[in-house]
């Protein structure tokens, strides 16, 4: 268990909570995606497709943040800044389909685009702000 996550606020985990995922472009500005995420008691998990541009940018530098929004309760969030320390190619589908029944109670993911190479990024939290 990551001793940097609060406890009282992994729930957000469990809910279909969102979270903005800030990356670092090659001139340093911050670019800013909304992802799914999960957390698996030591990394926050997210996905996204080989190529995109959080893709690029992680590949590039692994700093990022992440602000996970309680659905339930829009002040109450935590912020998280971390290291992308395992980036995982998929073979299939597996965790974007585990993402959308999550989020969207569909079995299978229905974004996919041909040739798609789904990627899973694991995120060493380092720190944590909270609020709410």
Known sequence: MSNVMPEKYQDLFQKKAFASLATLMPDGRPQVTPVWVDF????????????????????????????VIDPDNPYRYMEIRGTVVEIIEQKDDSHINKMAKKYMGLDKYPYSQPGDIR????????????MG
Not at 46 to 61: E, I, L, P, T
């Open 40 to 67: 698996d008691g030591e990394h926050v998990i997210f996905n996204s497709a080989k190529g995109r541009q959080k893709d690029r940018n992680v590949r590039r530098d692994a700093r990022v943040a992440l602000a």
């Open 119 to 130: 990627v899973v990024y694991k995120v060493r939290p380092e720190h944590t702000t909270v």
